[in-house]
């Protein structure tokens, strides 16, 4: 399974960015998709995740700022970040747990950078 991340760039403050990640491979089905990011310096943390009926997990920090979404017939799953911050600099990674004949396991994407600088 391979996840592919795209969208990530320079922004300036209050700017907006999309990510998106689509996974493919051996899949039956992928229950959760999400995104993490990690800072320099600092552990990664939860940004979003869905589940395949639309269930929400949101970190603190992006509550009311990022909107996740996903397009399950495309095993694609988007992150629309908005009201961009300089403390939202950071890699970030698409997650993917899969399911496949017997086997349940998460995959993890390249990751891509984002930067919000003047």
């Known amino acids: 399974v391979q996840l592919q991340a795209s969208g990530g760039g320079l922004v300036q403050p209050g700017g907006s960015l999309r990510l998106s990640c689509v996974a493919s491979?051996?899949?039956?089905?992928?229950?959760?998709m999400g995104w993490y990011r990690q800072a320099p310096g600092k552990e990664r943390e939860l940004v979003a995740t869905?589940?395949?009926?639309?269930?929400?997990g949101k970190g603190d920090s992006v509550k009311d700022r990022f909107t996740i979404s996903r397009d399950n017939a495309k095993n694609t799953v988007y992150l629309q970040m908005n009201s961009l911050k300089p403390e939202d600099t950071a890699v970030y990674y698409c997650?993917?747990?899969?399911?496949?004949?017997?086997?349940?396991?998460?995959?993890w994407g390249q990751g891509t950078q984002v930067t919000v600088s003047s």
């Open positions: 491979g051996s899949i039956f089905t992928i229950p959760t």
């Open positions: 997650y993917a747990l899969v399911i496949f004949m017997a086997e349940r396991r998460g995959y």
């Open positions: 869905i589940t395949q009926d639309g269930s929400i």
